[in-house]
C-alpha cells in the first residue's frame, strides 16, 4: 500500500466523518416508529418524508428512505449554501425534505424540517449535561432505553435498562417500579426519535409523579464522549474486539473469554491497523474512561464498556479464559450489510483480476486530482452519477467507493434505483486493509 498518499487522507476525511460516519444503514429503532412516506406535494411544494441515511457535504447531497415497507426507496437529493435547515440533519434522523426540480432530473432541496419527537403534555426534557451528573452522583435513578434491544445491546447508557416501547406497551405497570414516585428517565434515538416520547406518556397514563425524557437520545450522549456499555451477550457472541486493557499479568490470571491482552500504554500501537468501524469494548482499571475518549477522537465509531469492568463480568457469571495469550494481532472481519462488497472482492476488481465487475469512484474530481485514484477505477462524482449513468454497463457488476463509505452508500441506491447490479465498499481507505496500487495524477 502506498503509505505517503494515505498519511494525508485523515485531514480530508475528517469532515466527512463528522457529517456522514462511514455507512448509511436503517436504525431499527424507526421501524417501530412512523413509517416514511413517499415524495408528494404539501402546500404546493414536492416533499420527501422519511428517515435521513446519509449527509455528504462533499458532494452536496442528502438521502432520505421513501414509500412503505418493500416499496421503500433511498432517495438523492442535493443541497447547496441556500438550503434552508441544513444544520440540525444528520444520518439517522426524521425530516421532511422540501424540494424543487432543476435541469432534467436534479432534485435540490430548498428546506429541510426534522420531525421532532414531541414531549407528553406536561412532561419535561432532561439534557446530557445534566443526566450525566445525575448518573455520576449515582443518585436514585431509573433510566429507560425504548430502543428495540438489539440497539441496546450495542451500546446503552450506563445503568439503563432494556424496556422496548412493545415491552412497556404489553406489560403496563408490571415493567415499572411498584413506588410511583421513582425518578424514571426514558431516551432512545434522539430528537426525531418518537420511541421514548410514547414510553414516557405510558408512565404518566399509570400514574408515575416523576417522569423526564432524554429526548436527545443515545446518539448525543456518544457524541458527548460519555460512556456507553454493551451487553454480556452481545461481547460474548457478537462481531466485536474484546480489549483487556489492564497490565498483562492481571489478563494472564483471567480475562473475557476472546478478549484481546493490549495493556493501555501500548494501545495507541495496537490499533494502528484495526478498520475504524470495527466494535471495540474496553475493559480495564481507572483509565478506561480515557480509552474509550481517546479512540473515539481518533476516528474509532462503536466504542463501549464492559458494564462493572473485569469483576463485573466475573459477577455476572460470564465466561473467562486464564494462562498464556496466543492471539496478539488484533484481527476483525467485517460481517458484510445489505448492499457491501468485500474488500477481497473490491481488490480483485480494482486489480483487474475480475474481468465482470467495474470500480467506480464518486469522490470529487478535486479530490482524485490531489490524492489519486485506484488502479481500474473510473471516477463519477455522486453529483454526476445521475447524468452519467449511461457510461455505465448492466451486464456487469459495479463497485462504488469514496473516502468513507458515506457517498459510494448513497451513489448504490442511486444505481440500484435504476435498475444495475451495484455494491459499495463502506470502508474508510486510509485503514490498512484497504491495500489497493493507487494511480498518482
Known amino acids: 500500500m502506498n503509505k505517503t498518499f494515505f498519511h494525508l487522507l485523515p485531514l480530508c476525511l475528517m469532515a466527512a466523518l463528522l457529517v456522514g460516519g462511514c455507512g448509511a444503514t436503517k436504525q431499527d429503532e424507526q421501524a417501530q416508529g412512523p413509517v416514511a412516506k413517499a415524495s408528494g406535494q404539501e402546500s404546493g411544494q414536492l416533499v420527501y418524508e422519511g428517515e435521513i441515511t446519509s449527509v455528504s457535504e462533499r458532494a452536496k447531497s442528502i438521502s432520505i428512505v421513501v414509500g412503505k415497507g418493500e416499496a421503500a426507496k433511498v432517495m438523492m437529493v442535493k443541497f447547496d449554501d441556500k438550503t434552508k435547515g441544513m444544520n440540525s440533519v444528520a444520518k439517522g434522523r426524521m425530516a421532511k425534505v422540501f424540494y424543487e426540480m432543476r435541469g432534467a432530473a436534479d432534485a435540490f432541496a430548498t428546506e429541510v424540517q426534522l420531525k421532532l419527537a414531541k414531549l407528553p403534555e406536561g412532561l419535561t426534557e432532561i439534557k446530557t449535561a445534566e443526566l450525566a451528573q445525575i448518573i455520576k452522583d449515582q443518585a436514585k435513578l431509573m433510566?429507560?432505553?425504548?430502543?428495540?434491544?438489539?440497539?441496546?445491546?450495542?451500546?446503552?447508557?450506563?445503568?439503563?435498562?432494556?424496556?422496548?416501547?412493545?415491552?412497556?406497551?404489553?406489560?403496563?405497570?408490571?415493567?415499572?417500579?411498584?413506588?410511583?414516585?421513582?425518578?424514571?428517565?426514558?431516551?432512545?434515538?434522539?430528537?426525531?426519535?418518537?420511541?421514548?416520547?410514547?414510553?414516557?406518556?405510558?408512565?404518566?397514563?399509570?400514574?408515575?409523579?416523576?417522569?423526564?425524557?432524554?429526548?436527545?437520545?443515545?446518539?448525543?450522549?456518544?457524541?458527548?464522549?460519555?460512556?456507553?456499555?454493551?451487553?454480556?451477550?452481545?461481547?460474548?457472541n457478537g462481531n466485536v474486539v474484546v480489549i483487556d486493557l489492564r497490565p498483562s499479568h492481571k489478563a494472564l490470571a483471567g480475562r473475557i473469554k476472546g478478549a484481546y491482552s493490549v495493556p493501555y500504554e501500548s494501545l495507541e500501537n495496537k490499533l494502528g491497523d484495526v478498520a475504524r468501524n470495527a466494535p471495540l469494548v474496553l475493559y480495564g482499571d481507572r483509565e478506561v474512561i480515557d480509552a474509550a475518549k481517546e479512540l473515539r477522537q481518533d476516528g474509532f465509531s462503536s466504542v463501549t464498556l464492559v458494564q462493572g469492568g473485569y469483576e463485573g463480568w466475573v459477577k455476572a457469571k460470564g465466561a473467562i479464559e486464564k494462562g498464556p495469550i496466543f492471539a496478539t494481532e488484533i484481527k476483525w472481519v467485517r460481517k458484510l450489510g445489505k448492499g457491501e462488497v468485500s474488500i477481497a472482492d473490491f481488490r480483485k476488481a480494482v486489480s483487474g483480476e475480475d474481468k465482470d465487475a467495474i470500480v467506480v469512484d464518486a469522490r470529487t474530481k478535486e479530490?482524485?486530482?490531489?490524492?489519486?485514484?485506484?488502479?481500474?477505477?473510473?471516477?463519477?462524482?455522486?453529483?454526476?452519477?445521475?447524468?452519467?449513468?449511461?457510461?455505465l454497463p448492466k451486464d456487469k457488476k459495479i463497485y462504488v467507493h469514496c473516502s468513507t463509505g458515506a457517498r459510494a452508500d448513497m451513489a448504490y441506491n442511486e444505481l440500484v434505483n435504476a435498475g444495475f447490479n451495484t455494491k459499495f465498499l463502506l470502508l474508510n481507505i486510509q485503514d490498512a486493509e484497504c491495500d489497493c496500487e493507487i494511480i498518482r495524477p
Open 367 to 391: 479530490e482524485v486530482a490531489e490524492l489519486g485514484i485506484f488502479k481500474n477505477a473510473i471516477n463519477i462524482p455522486l453529483d454526476e452519477i445521475p447524468a452519467r449513468m449511461n457510461e
Open 143 to 236: 433510566v429507560y432505553d425504548s430502543r428495540p434491544k438489539t440497539r441496546y445491546d450495542q451500546a446503552h447508557l450506563p445503568g439503563a435498562i432494556s424496556l422496548p416501547l412493545p415491552k412497556l406497551e404489553e406489560q403496563q405497570a408490571a415493567a415499572l417500579p411498584k413506588d410511583k414516585n421513582t425518578p424514571l428517565v426514558f431516551y432512545c434515538g434522539g430528537i426525531t426519535c418518537p420511541l421514548s416520547p410514547a414510553a414516557a406518556a405510558i408512565a404518566k397514563k399509570l400514574g408515575y409523579t416523576n417522569i423526564r425524557v432524554y429526548n436527545e437520545g443515545e446518539p448525543e450522549w456518544t457524541k458527548s464522549l460519555l460512556p456507553t456499555y454493551s451487553s454480556n451477550d452481545f461481547i460474548l
